[in-house]
């Protein structure tokens, strides 16, 4: 089996072809690895895979525009921090998606998953609807979020909200400021409800709101520390997480 990565990030690239590498739930014969939308128009213009892992946010440009300059017929696995746009592909594509950072279960999950579907694969409807899914739908996105104060409930405005980190069992807002309040959801169902050009999810802990960063720390290329403002209670040093470095700092540019 045919596996293609698009995928711009090289740290990124390198841990899904060693987690590809190591699984035996599909027989992978080559890896291609496509580091560009413009390398993917170019290779999938004379060639295919069986499958697909595609990063949505790409150095020059968004993935889904691959989708207007070739054919595809193959099943699709995104991979993605922005995953307003991989719940709306996961509806569509049927197949799965991946939430950076993923782990290694995340994976044998989405290729147990493109076994059971891929001989009854449709490729029409995702043919006909790829040119929506880049349509931005704000409508959807939350703008206030509720939460308890004492025996009341509050509203809070997004541009209010700072950032969201879990800590143990719990998700808690926390708020310009400076006040902290549990929010009844989990990090990674938020972020799909968040405004993808306020929020990030920069680790496994944290979403951050643009507005909350005062500094940016780069101790190495591949570790980034962040201040946030107001400073976090618990876990007071804030890093991105590896895998996110670049497409945060993409995000941060945008």
């Given at each position: 089996?045919?596996?293609?990565i ?7 690239v390198?841990?899904?072809k060693?987690?590809l ?6 027989p992978?014969t080559?890896?291609v ?7 993917a128009?170019d ?7 069986d499958l ?5 946010h790409?150095g020059?440009?968004m ?15 995104f991979?993605?921090?922005f995953?307003?746009?991989?719940l709306?592909v ?7 998606y991946?939430?950076k950072?993923?782990?290694?279960e995340?994976?044998?999950q989405?290729l ?7 001989s009854?694969f449709d490729?029409?409807p ?8 880049r349509?931005?739908d ?5 703008k206030?979020?509720?939460v ?7 509203s809070?405005d997004?541009?209010e909200?700072a950032y969201?980190?879990?800590s143990?069992?719990?998700l ?5 400021d400076?006040?902290t309040y ?8 938020i972020?799909?409800k968040l405004?993808p050009?306020?929020?990030f999810?920069?680790?496994?802990k944290f ?11 780069k101790?190495?290329?591949?570790k ?14 804030v890093f ?10 993409s995000?941060?540019?945008?």
């Amino acid at each position: 089996m045919r596996i293609a990565i698009i995928e711009d990030e090289l740290l990124a690239v390198n841990y899904l072809k060693d987690l590809l590498d190591k699984q035996s739930i599909v027989p992978v014969t080559e890896t291609v690895i496509l580091r560009s939308k413009t390398q993917a128009i170019d290779f999938f213009l004379s060639q295919s895979a069986d499958l697909i892992f595609m990063d949505i946010h790409l150095g020059d440009g968004m993935s889904l525009e691959i989708f207007e300059q070739v054919e595809l017929f193959t099943p699709v696995i995104f991979i993605t921090a922005f995953d307003e746009y991989a719940l709306r592909v996961f509806r569509h594509f049927t197949i799965d998606y991946l939430l950076k950072p993923f782990e290694e279960e995340e994976l044998h999950q989405a290729l147990q998953k493109f076994i059971s579907i891929r001989s009854n694969f449709d490729p029409e409807p995702v043919l006909k609807t790829m040119s929506t899914l880049r349509q931005a739908d704000d409508a959807e996105k939350m703008k206030r979020f509720m939460v308890r104060e004492g025996n009341k409930l509050k509203s809070v405005d997004e541009n209010e909200a700072a950032y969201f980190f879990a800590s143990g069992k719990y998700l808690f807002l926390t708020t310009n400021d400076n006040q902290t309040y549990i929010y009844d959801d989990t990090i990674k169902d938020i972020i799909h409800k968040l405004n993808p050009e306020l929020f990030f999810r920069i680790n496994r802990k944290f979403i951050i709101h643009k507005n909350a960063i005062v500094e940016i720390i780069k101790h190495s290329s591949q570790k980034i520390e962040l201040k946030l403002s107001p400073a976090p209670e618990v876990n007071a040093d804030v890093f991105i997480s590896k895998m996110q470095i670049t497409e945060f700092l993409s995000w941060l540019n945008s």
